[in-house]
């Protein structure tokens, strides 16, 4: 795992020593991704350079160093990320002759470019991966991204520069840097809590969209000028990003009726499942996993036990608070499989000391609250292994959310009832407070033993179920499910254009309606955040973190699957269940779906008061210029009163503001 940077300046007015010393400036930004080794290579007569950083995991010799030359030395390649099929891909090529330095992924996949092609070798690579390569031949710029989105790839356009790099420092580190906060990408962060491929904060810097590639070149005339960040832009004249691999390509040939028996599906999954984890386990440094005690982490370790002859390090952290603790879980899977675990219990003060330093971390405003944990198992996992192992993915891919149930619910229901109806119900139930509903919703407890009524923050749950009730259509519900500011055009003071990023997308109107979600969370929620959250969590720490069910076979086999071996009874991720429960008894893993959260509406009204009420000042908002001073002001004051819980909207500002102040702090500096 790795940093890569990188400026391209087709003018190729600047000197060798003016682009070293710029991409050397650059890649410094990154060295907590990569603190083993860092190198530079640039080329003016191609107005070229590239940056890299490096954390050792396969081939520790010089032999793996970068930025690497291939054989023939027409391209020159940094590289982020692993391939896990690279001793078969190695294979391959020593049986056409290639002969190879040392044992790296970088170099096979330079082999795999001059034999087979660019497009060619990504399609036969199996991993995750961002990339930029310098084509010397043609004089061409590529840059790729992995299937899925696991690993970041940032890029725009200087003028007639291109500078890129995995993280948003890095470019704010780029010769002639103009950091402009672009308002519509503002409006997107505040409803959903993350920035949207192929958008990013600032304006005219974009996401490379997963699964697709960026090809520059000396002889595009005007390209800056003649850009879509969106992937194939069908306009004449128009450079835009290609895509080789496409989610919507598998979602709308997905089938909606059985087709293999359910048994055979349940032990081609478990078959696959291991393939992949045993490829995954595959490294020259220490490695361990995450251990949640959920179905997707417990399943991972489980099949990474049965591959191994010696326990797994796994790793998890628990805290004091009611509802937020999973590591007994954890502990009881971790017994039955027999890993070598290790557990942490954090205080509140440990996971606070994290809040000041998210706005470094992560780059670009996220108001995901499970960088917090996340960023501590990795500290843990980090002080023992150098590679973890992770369930990250399970939920997207195998229809593991509670929101997919309801919203496929309101949806059959909007339908059955009027909307005048279900609207005069939902405004109901919306006036009464969350804090109440979880009074009311608790005396419950005491008559019934639904496991819904034991789940955490059960009044935020049943407010969504009310707010739920407005829409018409699932897309509608849908996105009411998923925002943090259901209107974010109140909480700002300029107009925008922004939307929900699904409706850039098409999908057939025949999809089955869970599969819709799917598709939508795995283009869209997946890589921007749940993915930036893992990546920068992890490489925070020098930490590699792989996640198994997001390998693309894993993916494709889920889109073969009908959504009865998804979603059933109400139960998601049926059938990757049903492949635990081979490794580990029901009643261990078997409980109500809980997440990685931590107490943020609480701390809000505590510990974190003083924090965010100096990035909530009336003076600070109103400097800011695009947010509305008075309305954040009032959902402040309500939450500190205990009128509302309203933790999910002021996190979304409070992360804005305080990455705010940190770009403050850096030009400072």
Known sequence: MCGIAGLFDRTRSRTQDALDDAVRRMAATLHHRGPDDRGHWVDSAGGIALGHTRLSILDLSPNGHQPMASATGRFVMVFNGEIYNHQSLSSDLRAHGVAFRGHSDTEVL????????????LDRAIGMFAIAVWDRQDRQLHLAR????????????????????????????????????????????????????????????????????????????????????????????????????????LAEHAPSQPGATQQDSILALESLLKSVVREQMIADVPLGAFL?????????????????????????????????NEAEHARDVAAHLGTDHTELYIRS?????????????????????????????????????????????????????????????????????????????????????????????????????????????????????????????LPGIYQYQVSFWSDPQSAMRVQTAHQA?????????????????????????????????????????????????????????????????????????????????RHVPQAIVERPKQGFSVPIEHWLRGSLREWAETLLSRQALEQDGL????????????????????????????????????GKKAVAA
């Open 110 to 121: 330079l082999s795999g470019f001059e034999r087979w092609g660019l497009v060619p070798t």
């Open 146 to 249: 992995d299937r899925m989105g696991e690993k970041p790839l940032f890029y725009g356009w200087r003028g007639n520069m291109l500078v890129f790099g995995s993280e948003l420092k890095a470019l704010r580190a780029s010769p002639d840097w103009r950091g402009e906060v672009d308002p519509d990408a503002l409006g997107r962060y505040l409803r959903l809590g993350y920035v949207p491929s192929p958008h990013s904060i600032y304006r005219g810097i974009y996401k490379l969209t997963p699964g697709s590639v960026l090809s520059v070149s000396l002889d595009d005339q005007d390209a800056a000028a003649h850009f879509s960040p969106q992937p194939d832009d069908p306009r004449s004249g128009v450079l835009s990003p290609k895509r080789y691999w496409s989610v919507n390509r």
């Open 292 to 324: 949640s005690g959920g179905i997707d982490s417990s399943a991972v370790v489980a099949l990474m036990q049965s591959e191994s002859s010696r326990p797994v390090r796994t790793f998890t952290i628990g805290f004091d608070e009611a509802g937020f």
């Open 349 to 473: 003060a440990q996971a606070l000391d994290i809040v000041p330093r998210l706005a470094s971390i992560y780059d670009e405003p996220m108001a995901d609250s499970a960088q917090i944990p996340t960023i501590l198992v990795s500290q843990l996992a980090r002080q023992h292994v150098t590679v973890a192992l992770t369930g990250d993915g399970g939920d997207e891919i195998f229809g593991g959310y509670n929101r997919y149930r309801l919203a496929l619910g309101m949806a059959r229901l909007a339908k059955q009832v009027p909307g005048p109806l279900r609207r005069g119900l939902s405004r109901i139930l919306l006036s009464i407070d969350p804090t109440r509903w979880d009074r009311i919703l608790k005396t419950l407890q005491h008559v019934s033993s639904s496991a819904f009524l034991r789940q955490p923050r059960l009044g935020n749950r049943f407010h969504k179920f009310a707010g739920a009730l407005q829409p018409d259509s």
């Open 501 to 581: 990023p699904w409706l850039q997308e098409t999908e057939p109107a025949q999809m089955d309606p869970l599969h819709r979600m799917l598709a939508w969370d795995q283009q869209n929620y997946l890589p921007d955040d749940h993915l930036v959250r893992v990546d920068r969590a992890s490489m925070s720490t020098a930490l590699e973190a792989r996640a198994p069910l997001l390998d693309q076979r894993v993916v494709e086999f889920a889109w073969k699957l009908p959504p009865s071996l998804k979603v059933r009874d109400g139960v998601g991720k049926w059938i990757l269940r049903q492949v635990l429960y």
């Open 627 to 662: 947010l509305n001073a008075d309305m954040v002001r009032a959902v402040w004051e309500q939450h500190l009163a205990g009128d509302t819980d309203a933790h999910h909207e002021l996190w979304a500002v409070l992360m804005y503001r305080a990455w705010q102040e940190e």
